[in-house]
T-cell receptor, first 114, second 114 residues
Framework: DTGVSQDPRHKITKRGQNVTFRCDPI?????LYWYRQTLGQGPEFLTY????????KSRLLSDRFSAERPKGSFSTLEIQRTEQGDSAMYLCASSDLLSGNTIYFGEGSWLTVV | AQSVTQPDIHITVSEGASLELRCNYS??????LFWYVQSPGQGLQLLLKYFSGDTLVQGIKGFEAEFKRSQSSFNLRKPSVHWSDAAEYFCAVGAQSGYSTLTFGKGTMLLVSP
């Protein structure tokens, strides 16, 4: 078990460009979460998947953000037309029934929009 | 709505001294409670969790936390701090039913002085 894996770890992009982050959860975990963390703040919930179904989206997830989990395994988070305010760490996490409600986080993907 | 308050933004402790990080939560039912630790630029590592039962829970790295329902608190303690404990600590609350999206506090930065 290699834990939750995220790629890329760091991304610098120009304002207006699109970016995509990938998350590979812990094997067999059917629940996957995306969180966003800005400097000096705790992580904030963005969206949740159970298997391939996106069951909850935070109001923080604007129309420029889209997340998918097409086969119920890995997930992608795409940000279109990036803005400077999107600069943050994007954290992926996973859990399953066996782990109860214990959520395990990845190392995060840092986004800097210049 | 659930919320978490970590009243101390920064705490400085001498190496070898005891530590207590405060966490107060607001939640309408019996919560799941967690402490995570984050080193600079890294993801979150789970230290310990409270689901039910014994209100004093033990975690990794010698940390423990005590759930006090009457005070809506879940304070983190360690009897003797090591320099490697310097990091940011986050308290989080989640629901006991169904899946759980966590609400985090803003974190407490622990500095360890020689």
């Amino acid at each position: 078990d290699t834990g939750v894996s995220q790629d890329p770890r760091h991304k610098i992009t120009k304002r207006g460009q699109n970016v995509t982050f990938r998350c590979d959860p812990i094997s067999e975990h059917n629940r996957l979460y995306w969180y966003r963390q800005t400097l000096g703040q705790g992580p904030e919930f963005l969206t949740y998947f159970q298997n391939e179904a996106q069951l909850e989206k935070s109001r923080l997830l604007s129309d420029r953000f889209s997340a998918e989990r097409p086969k119920g395994s890995f997930s992608t988070l795409e940000i279109q037309r990036t803005e400077q305010g999107d600069s943050a760490m994007y954290l992926c996490a996973s859990s399953d029934l066996l782990s109860g409600n214990t959520i395990y986080f990845g190392e995060g993907s840092w986004l800097t929009v210049v | 709505a659930q919320s978490v308050t970590q009243p101390d933004i920064h705490i400085t402790v001498s190496e070898g001294a005891s530590l207590e990080l405060r966490c107060n939560y607001s939640y309408g039912a019996t919560p799941y409670l967690f402490w995570y630790v984050q080193s600079p630029g890294q993801g979150l590592q789970l230290l310990l969790k409270y689901f039910s039962g014994d209100t004093l829970v033990q975690g990794i790295k010698g940390f423990e936390a005590e759930f006090k329902r009457s005070q809506s608190s879940f304070n983190l303690r360690k009897p003797s701090v090591h320099w490697s404990d310097a990091a940011e600590y986050f308290c989080a609350v989640g629901a006991q039913s169904g899946y759980s999206t966590l609400t985090f506090g803003k974190g407490t930065m622990l500095l360890v002085s020689p």
